[in-house]
């Protein structure tokens, strides 16, 4: 049975960091890919940050481009998403997912999702 669990979310002031963290079970990321997307009520998922599970390498959505970093730890079998000079507009529930079949930046590519974390970025 494979599980993500995402950590890391929280309060933050714009311009400030947050780090999120999604631990695997069940599923290794040295052999699967894995991104990150957001939710706000009312709207559909958004593509945030994708990471390729051969070579690592990365895709994000424009308006994070510069500002937020996703790697993984294959050691710990985690990834993560490093979020910098956030802005109010980043408030969301963040979700990562694994398993991926497609288009890497499509929420329906993914088969596996965490329970999602609430970051908030006051102005």
């Known amino acids: 049975q494979v599980q993500l669990v995402e950590s890391g979310g929280g309060l933050v002031q714009a311009g400030g960091s947050l780090r999120l963290s999604c631990a695997a079970v069940?599923?290794?990321?040295?052999?699967?890919?894995m991104g990150w997307f957001r939710q706000v009520p009312g709207k559909e998922r958004e593509f945030v940050a994708s990471?390729?599970?051969?070579?690592?390498?990365?895709s994000y959505t424009d308006s994070v481009k510069g500002r937020f970093t996703i790697s993984r730890d294959t050691a710990k079998n985690t990834g993560y998403l490093q979020m910098n000079s956030l802005k109010p507009e980043d408030t969301a529930v963040y979700y990562c997912?694994?398993?991926?079949?497609?288009?890497?930046?499509?929420?329906?590519?993914?088969?596996?999702w965490g329970q999602g974390t609430q970051v908030t970025v006051s102005s």
């Open positions: 997912a694994a398993g991926l079949s497609g288009r890497s930046n499509y929420a329906g590519s993914f088969r596996y």
């Open positions: 069940g599923l290794t990321f040295s052999t699967n890919s």
């Open positions: 990471i390729w599970w051969s070579g690592g390498s990365t």
